[in-house]
C-alpha cells in the first residue's frame, strides 16, 4: 500500500499517514473504531453479493455469459480507476506490480467469475449461491498456512462446521448433486478454489498501488480476458439490452463490481481470512430469499432452518477475532 506524509510536520515527530480511499465512505486506517469499520464492509458484501446471484441469473439469461461478465468488469475498472487516481494519483506498473495483478486477475476473476457466469446458465441462483458459500472453508484453510498464516480458533473451528452444515440443509430440498448438473456444479466450485486462492495471494502480495486501485486494475486486466475468452469460445458479441439485463448489469457494474469489490479489498487487508471468507455463509440466504421472491425459485422450510444455522455459524466465525494491525509496505 502507498504512503505519503503530510508536509509542514516538525522534525522529530511522527508523519502523519494518508488516509488510503475506498468508494464505502468512512473506511480507512487508522480509525479509532477499526470493528465498525470491518462490520460496515461486511454488511456490504452480505447484501450486494447476496443479491448479486438473482442479477448474475438474468444478466447470463438474456446475454452471452463470458461477454456481459467481461464488460462488466471492464466498465467496472475504468470507473474505478478513475476514481481511484482522481483520489490518490496515477497507478504504479513496475513488472512485479504487473505480476501480482494478473494473477489476482486470472484467479479471482476469470477463473472464479468465468467459471460461474457459465455454470449459471444450468443451475439456479439459489443454487450457485450455496454451492459459493465454500470459500469461507477454503480461505481459513489456507490462510493457515504458510510465515504468514493465521490458525483457526476453537471456537472459528464449530463456526465452520455449523454454517457447512446449514448449508447442506439448504441443498437438501433440491436433492442430491444430479448427473446432468454436476458438471456445472463441480465448475462453480473450481471458480470458489480460483476466488480463495486470489483472495490469500492478495492478502500478502507487496503491492505498492492501493487497493482501490489495485482492484481497479486486476478488474480491467480480468475484464479484458473474459473478452478475449468470449471472442475465443465463438460467443455472438451482440447484447440483447433488454430492461431487467440492463437493470442487472448496472447492477453487477456499479454495486457488485465496484461498492462491493471496494469493501472486499479492504477486508482482504484489514482482518483475518476465516472472517473475510464469512460472506459465503450469508450470501447463500440472502440469495435464496432474493431467488425465491423474484425468480420464483423454491424455498423450504428446511431451507428457512438451514439459513438460520448459516447465520449461526456466521455468528460464531465473526464472534471470536480481533483486529490486525495496518499492513505496511515493509511488512508484507
Not at 481470512?273 to 464469512?278: C, F, H, N, Y
Not at 425468480?295 to 466465525?317: C, F, R
Request: aromatic fraction near 10%; charged fraction near 10%.
Amino acid at each position: 500500500m502507498r504512503w505519503r506524509c503530510a508536509r509542514g510536520r516538525r522534525r522529530g515527530q511522527p508523519s502523519r499517514l494518508l488516509r488510503p480511499r475506498t468508494m464505502v465512505p468512512g473506511m480507512y486506517e487508522g480509525s479509532r473504531n477499526p470493528k465498525l469499520q470491518i462490520r460496515l464492509a461486511l454488511a456490504i458484501i452480505y447484501l450486494v453479493w447476496g443479491s448479486a446471484y438473482l442479477a448474475t441469473k438474468v444478466m447470463v439469461t438474456d446475454e452471452p455469459p463470458l461477454l456481459a461478465g467481461g464488460l462488466r468488469f471492464t466498465l467496472a475498472g475504468l470507473l474505478l480507476g478513475a476514481f481511484a487516481w482522481w483520489r490518490g494519483g496515477p497507478p504504479r506498473c513496475s513488472r512485479l506490480e504487473l505480476r501480482h495483478i494478473g494473477i489476482v486477475a486470472l484467479l479471482a476473476i476469470v477463473v472464479s467469475n468465468g467459471c460461474n457466469v457459465l455454470a449459471m446458465q444450468h443451475v439456479q441462483s439459489n443454487m450457485a449461491a450455496m454451492l459459493n458459500s465454500t470459500p469461507a472453508l477454503w480461505i481459513a484453510w489456507f490462510g493457515t498456512f504458510g510465515r504468514h498464516g493465521s490458525p483457526l480458533s476453537g471456537p472459528a473451528r464449530i463456526g465452520l462446521l455449523v454454517g457447512l452444515a446449514g448449508v447442506v440443509l439448504v441443498l437438501a430440498p433440491a436433492g442430491d448433486l444430479h448427473t446432468t448438473a454436476l458438471r456445472w456444479q463441480l465448475l462453480i466450485l473450481v471458480g470458489c478454489v480460483g476466488w480463495s486462492l486470489g483472495t490469500i495471494y492478495y492478502r500478502h502480495a507487496k503491492a505498492v498501488n492501493d487497493p482501490l486501485m489495485f482492484t481497479a486494475l486486476q478488474m480491467l486486466t480480468g475484464g479484458a480476458a473474459l473478452l478475449l475468452l468470449a471472442a475465443a469460445s465463438g460467443e455472438p458479441f451482440v447484447l440483447q439490452w433488454t430492461p431487467r439485463a440492463i437493470a442487472a448489469f448496472l447492477w453487477l457494474t456499479l454495486m457488485s463490481s465496484c461498492v462491493a469489490y471496494s469493501a472486499y479489498a479492504f477486508l482482504a487487508l484489514h482482518t483475518r481470512p476465516v472472517i473475510v471468507g464469512s460472506f459465503g455463509f450469508v450470501n447463500p440466504a440472502v440469495a435464496a430469499l432474493f431467488g425465491w421472491l423474484l425468480l420464483g425459485e423454491t424455498l423450504s422450510w428446511t431451507q428457512a432452518a438451514g439459513m438460520l444455522v448459516i447465520l449461526a455459524g456466521m455468528a460464531l466465525v465473526t464472534g471470536y477475532w480481533r483486529p490486525l494491525p495496518p499492513l505496511h509496505p515493509g511488512s508484507r
